[in-house]
T-cell receptor, first 108, second 115 residues
Framework: QKEVEQDPGPLSVPEGAIVSLNCTYSNSAFQYFMWYRQYSRKGPELLMYTYSSGNKEDGRFTAQVDKSSKYISLFIRDSQPSDSATYLCAMYDYKLSFGAGTTVTVRA | DTGVSQDPRHKITKRGQNVTFRCDPISEHNRLYWYRQTLGQGPEFLTYFQNEAQLEKSRLLSDRFSAERPKGSFSTLEIQRTEQGDSAMYLC?????????????FGSGTQLSVL
């Protein structure tokens, strides 16, 4: 079993829809939870960062962490074609452990 | 641009050849990481440095792989006797030790193709 499991994609949604992305993990030592966005042939870019359980909102993006269930989510509201990318969840102890990524396409 | 810089962006080599990649981290970042990413997968940890000290190596890092960070600034990753299975994107990331050390900033990667 991998340390981090991410819901497989791909996801295709119409512009303006809400995108929901999810990951589960097994390592209780993880304290920091991130979402990275990766465009084709580019390195991952840090999108959202959360420490421990709770919610964090940044514009159209909301990250949720439930440590009791070992479950994290990312929601994208009012999705735009420019949000089309691969989204990677990642969790940190002394290094980042990544999920496999979910490719999202927002159709205009 | 003060981001993480990797060179080259692309490398095509024949099986059995040696290759070396370079990473220049964000200035004053103490930690430097190497990851490998294959198509359809997330990045996999290879190794990391704090300053010039290599603190951990993944089991993925076979004896053919060696990484250095001689002066605690740039780093090199060398692969000897390349195999087709080494074809992947090699990503470098850096972070500041202490505050915000969990925030890794990635370069654009070196895409390796072994023929």
């Amino acid at each position: 079993q991998k340390e981090v499991e991410q819901d497989p994609g791909p996801l295709s949604v119409p512009e303006g829809a809400i995108v929901s992305l999810n990951c589960t993990y097994s390592n209780s030592a993880f304290q920091y939870f991130m979402w990275y966005r990766q465009y084709s042939r580019k390195g991952p870019e840090l999108l959202m960062y959360t420490y421990s359980s709770g919610n964090k909102e940044d514009g159209r993006f909301t990250a949720q962490v439930d440590k009791s269930s070992k479950y994290i989510s990312l929601f994208i509201r009012d999705s735009q074609p420019s949000d089309s990318a691969t989204y990677l969840c990642a969790m940190y102890d002394y290094k980042l452990s990544f999920g496999a990524g979910t490719t999202v396409t927002v159709r205009a | 641009d003060t981001g993480v810089s990797q060179d080259p962006r692309h490398k095509i080599t024949k099986r059995g050849q040696n290759v070396t990649f370079r990473c220049d981290p964000i200035s004053e970042h103490n930690r430097l990481y190497w990851y490998r990413q294959t198509l359809g997968q997330g990045p996999e940890f290879l190794t990391y440095f704090q300053n010039e000290a290599q603190l951990e190596k993944s089991r993925l890092l076979s004896d053919r792989f060696s990484a250095e960070r001689p002066k605690g600034s740039f780093s090199t990753l060398e692969i000897q006797r390349t195999e087709q299975g080494d074809s992947a994107m090699y990503l470098c990331a850096s972070s500041a030790a202490g505050v915000d050390n969990e925030k890794l900033f990635f370069g654009s990667g070196t895409q390796l193709s072994v023929l």
